[in-house]
């Protein structure tokens, strides 16, 4: 992209770039901003286990990341654990005051989101891998956590609970 290109050419080039940096990274995006001199490009995606709130931003031709986080078990158990997907700072709900995406004895499903891990300014929804009902939140809201670590430990399902 250069000084001399218009707005269409730097477009298309912040749209490549950002279909390359969202394939490129290791979890889910939710929002991506890019920016070229007064050109900006925002993708925006509303993942089907949280609800969609509409939103006026210009949308690239590019599918969500959206890969669940693996589910070994949580440390010292063995239980299913809902593992971060990237280093940053995790948050139990979707904004400061709200209720928490899930509790002790909710049931969750897969792809059901259950906290954010903020990193660099992106909010990355955590989202389960696996059914379960959540047994111990392993980290505290507001606290920073490493790629991978356990968040959230689950216990499997029973008869019952289906």
């Keep these: 992209m250069s000084a001399e290109d218009g707005p269409e050419e730097v477009l298309d080039g912040l749209s490549r770039h950002a ?3 969202v394939a490129e ?13 007064e050109t900006v490009l925002e993708v925006e995606w509303h993942h089907p286990a ?3 709130h ?3 931003v210009p949308r690239a031709e590019a599918d969500p990341v959206a890969a669940p986080q693996v589910q070994p078990t949580a440390p010292g158990t063995d239980r ?6 990237v280093v ?3 948050y139990r709900s979707p904004e400061p005051g709200a209720a928490p995406f899930v509790a002790v004895g909710d049931v969750v499903r897969p792809g059901q989101v259950v906290g954010i891990v903020e990193a660099m300014k992106l909010m ?9 009902r959540v047994a111990e939140v392993l980290v505290e809201d507001g606290k920073p956590v490493e790629y991978d670590q356990p ?10 609970d289906v």
């Design 88 to 90: 940053g700072t995790f």
């Design 54 to 56: 509409p939103a006026p």
């Design 124 to 132: 990355n929804e955590v989202t389960a891998g696996q059914a379960g």
């Design 19 to 21: 279909r390359k940096l």
């Design 80 to 85: 299913p654990a809902v593992r971060a997907p």
């Design 25 to 37: 990274l290791a979890g889910p995006v939710r929002r991506v901003r890019l920016r070229s001199g």
């Design 151 to 160: 968040l959230i430990a689950l216990e499997p399902l029973t008869g019952r």
């Design 50 to 52: 949280r609800p969609a």
